[in-house]
């Protein structure tokens, strides 16, 4: 089973930082995210990147796994329909994506937490930008979570 | 295969809850095919339990194993039998038969089905199977030019077929299930053997399906 | 047709057997047990028609069972059909029921697959069709004219007592209308080979399907086996006519139908007009013996119907 444990980023210092995994495909998402370094086009460093082939490798269970181990969000990114390098995995991954935010759901976590996007390999300004919104919405929804019961929800995989 | 589909989520933990350690068990034969209770689908229901219960503060720890199937003795070895003296109950994901077969395996221990167990299917396409055998007893199928009607027939007619053929579907649902005697229509037209069907055909003894009681096959040469 | 001795002594089988052009009509039982709907719907219809089916669990929803009221309208003086599905009883019950219903006075059987439970007000009950309806209709010829029931057994109390079997004059039903259409005549067929005396057809719209279907049957010489009596259900509204062409399954209501019904400045009277018209188009047709007036929950309608198609009075 895939290893995708969260560590403490040297650089989150707020008590409400959030850890965010992007499962990105490596024609055009992590083409687009290494574009953004390149153009100095700043993301927040929330975001842990793994990179794929396609993201039609993407089993339900890693991104299932992701939230165990004490991910806030997961996003995956890969190539417009259409434009996917292997012809179809990025199709099979929306639906993959779309079941396991049902599957999300019945375990009580909310599916907005995980989200799909289309990012080309030349859209790194793009890129950095989903990357920006895509945080901020997972810390909001991780202060509502905790305003909501006055408790904070763990982050570690432990169950603490 | 034997069909399955997973049950509803809620139904499962709350059975799983009821423990603090539980053995989730997968099939490695039919139910991988349908894609309900294999490895995989083992994995998908062991990180939802665990998500589940960190969100509602329950405690349940969820160890994971998968064997070839749940059906055969011989594949009840020693390392699942260790893992199910570990733990105070288990799941299982296989078809009835491997629910009440890892029942008799573990008798100290309360397994729940994990899957409600559906029909006798085949692979349609990827991600989709459908009924084809009903089990009856006494297979007649060349008869209606390889199409059960037993099975595929909604009203299991002989003689069919009944007046809510329409456009090649079963009124009872006519969106999804084709009407079976259309098929067989269709089949012994294409195999010249329409005749065949004016033969009415009689009663059928039901007997050697469930109705005449739960069934046993025995082979004596095969004993040890 | 032959002249043959009466085989159930039933009033319908006179009057198709003597030449003349039967009626039939239908009575829906309640959804109760309320005798006094049967007495009205009864009152409706006698002296109107020849014999009236009394429907049997009919869409799969529970109503009072076919025998039972068959007994309310043998007493109010109509000779009922009673209809047997093969969906609620396996084929003890239904030889339990034909003996039954013939000690009760009922001489007219009519043989259905019958509409699965789905539809109905008990979707999640286990349905039997333990038999089909053709062979529903060799079991009665069976017990009738070869005097045993369907195991082998004689029709006899003991080893000593008389056989006393049931004399049923034993009907179908058809769809001219269903699927897979070049079958349809050879599925009548296996009914006639199978016993059945009499042949109730699904209402009728399409006249032009009707009468090719009619083609296939007087071409397999099916007409001289079997009496064959056209299926006629009054339309009263236009929701009423597309209601039957898109959620009743083998019907088919031709457009220029619907067109008429919606024209009119009275849907319920043109569609009495057309039901008259469908019925003196329907005599013509060589080899129809007879209609069977389907005027579900409306049984009201039918003598005004009955009388204005010039089918009354009835043969006494």
């Given at each position: 089973?895939?290893?995708?444990?969260?560590?403490?980023?040297?650089c989150?210092?707020?008590?409400?930082?959030?850890?965010?995994?992007?499962?990105?495909?490596?024609?055009?998402?992590?083409?687009?995210?290494?574009?953004?370094?390149?153009?100095?086009?700043?993301?927040?460093?929330?975001i842990?990147?793994?990179?794929?082939?396609?993201?039609?490798?993407?089993?339900?269970?890693?991104?299932?796994?992701?939230?165990?181990?004490?991910?806030?969000?997961?996003?995956?990114?890969?190539c417009?329909?259409?434009?996917?390098?292997f012809?179809?995995?990025?199709?099979?991954?929306?639906?993959?994506?779309?079941?396991?935010?049902?599957?999300?759901?019945?375990?009580?976590?909310?599916?907005?937490?995980?989200?799909?996007?289309?990012i080309?390999?030349?859209?790194?300004?793009?890129?950095?930008?989903?990357?920006?919104?895509?945080?901020?919405?997972?810390?909001?929804?991780?202060?509502?979570?905790?305003?909501?019961?006055?408790?904070?929800?763990?982050?570690?995989?432990?169950?603490? | 295969?034997?069909?399955?589909?997973?049950?509803?989520?809620?139904?499962?933990?709350?059975?799983?809850?009821?423990h603090?350690?539980?053995?989730?068990?997968?099939?490695?034969?039919?139910?991988?095919?349908c894609?309900?209770?294999?490895?995989?689908?083992?994995?998908?229901?062991?990180?939802?339990?665990?998500?589940?219960?960190?969100?509602?503060?329950?405690?349940?720890?969820?160890?994971?194993?998968?064997?070839?199937?749940?059906?055969?003795?011989?594949?009840?070895?020693?390392?699942?039998?260790r893992?199910?003296?570990?733990?105070?109950?288990?799941?299982?994901?296989?078809?009835?038969?491997?629910?009440?077969?890892?029942?008799?395996?573990f008798?100290?221990?309360?397994?729940?089905?994990a899957v409600?167990?559906?029909?006798?299917?085949?692979?349609?396409?990827?991600?989709?199977?459908?009924?084809?055998?009903?089990g009856?007893?006494?297979?007649?199928?060349?008869?209606?030019?390889?199409?059960?009607?037993?099975?595929?027939?909604?009203?299991?007619?002989?003689n069919?077929?009944?007046?809510?053929?329409?456009?090649?579907?079963?009124?009872?649902?006519?969106?999804?299930?084709?009407?079976?005697?259309?098929?067989?229509?269709?089949?012994?037209e294409?195999?010249?053997?329409?005749?065949?069907?004016?033969?009415?055909?009689?009663?059928?003894?039901?007997?050697?399906?469930?109705?005449?009681?739960?069934?046993?096959?025995v082979?004596e040469?095969?004993?040890? | 047709?032959?002249?043959?001795?009466?085989?159930?002594?039933?009033?319908?089988?006179?009057?198709?057997?003597?030449?003349?052009?039967?009626?039939?009509?239908?009575?829906?039982?309640?959804?109760?047990?309320?005798?006094?709907?049967?007495?009205?719907?009864?009152?409706?219809?006698?002296?109107?028609?020849?014999?009236?089916?009394?429907?049997?669990?009919?869409?799969?929803?529970?109503?009072?069972?076919?025998?039972?009221?068959?007994?309310?309208?043998?007493?109010?003086?109509?000779?009922?059909?009673?209809?047997?599905?093969?969906?609620?009883?396996?084929?003890?019950?239904?030889?339990?029921?034909?003996?039954?219903?013939?000690?009760?006075?009922?001489?007219?059987?009519?043989?259905?697959?019958?509409?699965h439970?789905?539809?109905?007000?008990?979707?999640?009950?286990?349905?039997?069709?333990?038999?089909?309806?053709?062979?529903?209709?060799?079991?009665?010829?069976?017990?009738?004219?070869?005097?045993?029931?369907?195991?082998?057994?004689?029709?006899?109390?003991?080893?000593?007592?008389?056989?006393?079997?049931?004399?049923v004059?034993?009907?179908?039903?058809?769809?001219?209308?269903?699927?897979p259409?070049?079958?349809?005549?050879?599925?009548?067929?296996?009914?006639?080979?199978?016993?059945?005396?009499?042949?109730?057809?699904?209402?009728?719209?399409?006249?032009?399907?009707?009468?090719?279907?009619?083609?296939?049957?007087?071409?397999?010489?099916?007409?001289?086996?079997?009496?064959?009596?056209?299926?006629?259900?009054?339309?009263?509204?236009?929701?009423?006519?597309?209601?039957?062409?898109?959620?009743?399954?083998?019907?088919?209501?031709?457009?220029?139908?619907?067109e008429?019904?919606?024209?009119?400045?009275?849907?319920?009277?043109?569609?009495?007009?057309?039901?008259?018209?469908?019925?003196?188009?329907?005599?013509?047709?060589?080899?129809?013996?007879?209609?069977?007036?389907?005027?579900?929950?409306?049984?009201?309608t039918?003598?005004?119907?009955?009388?204005?198609?010039?089918?009354?009075?009835?043969?006494?």
């Amino acid at each position: 089973m895939m290893e995708t444990k969260v560590e403490e980023h040297p650089c989150s210092a707020a008590a409400d930082d959030v850890r965010i995994i992007a499962f990105c495909c490596h024609y055009c998402a992590f083409t687009a995210a290494d574009l953004a370094g390149t153009m100095r086009q700043q993301y927040p460093p929330n975001i842990r990147i793994v990179r794929l082939p396609c993201t039609g490798r993407l089993e339900v269970n890693m991104i299932l796994q992701a939230f165990v181990d004490g991910a806030d969000g997961v996003l995956v990114a890969g190539c417009e329909p259409g434009g996917c390098h292997f012809i179809k995995g990025n199709l099979r991954a929306r639906k993959r994506v779309d079941y396991t935010r049902k599957l999300l759901s019945e375990a009580g976590i909310d599916p907005d937490r995980l989200e799909m996007y289309y990012i080309a390999a030349s859209e790194g300004p793009l890129f950095a930008q989903t990357s920006r919104e895509f945080t901020e919405k997972i810390q909001q929804l991780k202060r509502q979570r905790a305003g909501g019961d006055g408790t904070s929800q763990s982050m570690n995989g432990d169950g603490t | 295969m034997i069909t399955a589909e997973r049950k509803p989520f809620e139904e499962i933990y709350e059975c799983a809850k009821r423990h603090k350690r539980v053995l989730l068990l997968g099939c490695g034969t039919c139910v991988t095919v349908c894609m309900a209770g294999g490895e995989k689908e083992v994995g998908i229901l062991a990180s939802q339990i665990r998500l589940a219960a960190r969100e509602r503060g329950d405690e349940i720890t969820i160890d994971e194993h998968t064997i070839t199937r749940q059906c055969d003795a011989e594949f009840f070895d020693e390392a699942i039998t260790r893992k199910a003296a570990e733990v105070d109950a288990i799941i299982s994901m296989g078809c009835g038969v491997g629910v009440q077969f890892c029942s008799e395996r573990f008798p100290d221990k309360i397994v729940y089905p994990a899957v409600n167990t559906k029909f006798y299917g085949a692979t349609v396409e990827q991600g989709v199977w459908s009924e084809r055998c009903a089990g009856c007893g006494e297979c007649i199928v060349a008869a209606f030019g390889g199409v059960c009607p037993v099975a595929r027939c909604s009203k299991s007619l002989l003689n069919g077929p009944c007046g809510g053929s329409s456009e090649g579907m079963c009124e009872v649902d006519p969106e999804h299930t084709q009407c079976a005697w259309q098929l067989i229509y269709d089949r012994m037209e294409k195999l010249g053997r329409l005749d065949e069907l004016e033969e009415v055909q009689p009663l059928k003894d039901w007997s050697h399906h469930r109705d005449g009681g739960p069934r046993t096959i025995v082979r004596e040469d095969m004993k040890l | 047709m032959n002249a043959t001795l009466q085989k159930s002594g039933s009033r319908l089988e006179a009057v198709l057997t003597s030449g003349q052009f039967a009626v039939t009509a239908e009575l829906g039982p309640p959804k109760s047990a309320d005798v006094d709907v049967i007495r009205q719907k009864a009152g409706y219809l006698r002296g109107v028609v020849d014999a009236v089916n009394i429907t049997d669990n009919q869409t799969a929803i529970v109503r009072m069972s076919s025998i039972g009221a068959g007994v309310i309208a043998l007493q109010e003086g109509l000779e009922p059909v009673i209809q047997i599905t093969c969906r609620d009883r396996n084929r003890l019950a239904i030889q339990s029921d034909v003996l039954g219903a013939y000690a009760l006075g009922m001489r007219n059987i009519l043989c259905l697959s019958g509409d699965h439970q789905k539809f109905g007000n008990h979707p999640t009950s286990k349905n039997v069709y333990d038999l089909d309806s053709i062979q529903l209709v060799m079991m009665l010829k069976g017990m009738r004219d070869d005097k045993v029931f369907a195991c082998g057994d004689e029709i006899r109390n003991t080893k000593k007592s008389p056989i006393v079997e049931p004399r049923v004059f034993i009907g179908a039903a058809a769809n001219p209308f269903g699927d897979p259409f070049p079958f349809r005549a050879v599925r009548l067929a296996k009914k006639v080979k199978a016993g059945a005396d009499f042949i109730q057809t699904q209402c009728i719209y399409d006249m032009e399907r009707f009468r090719k279907w009619m083609e296939q049957v007087r071409a397999r010489g099916l007409h001289e086996k079997v009496y064959i009596l056209a299926g006629i259900t009054p339309l009263r509204s236009v929701k009423m006519a597309e209601y039957m062409r898109d959620k009743v399954a083998g019907l088919t209501v031709p457009d220029h139908i619907i067109e008429r019904l919606n024209r009119a400045e009275n849907a319920e009277e043109e569609g009495q007009k057309i039901a008259i018209e469908q019925i003196h188009e329907l005599r013509e047709i060589p080899g129809v013996s007879g209609v069977h007036i389907m005027a579900i929950e409306a049984e009201k309608t039918v003598a005004a119907l009955a009388e204005k198609a010039g089918l009354l009075p009835r043969p006494a």
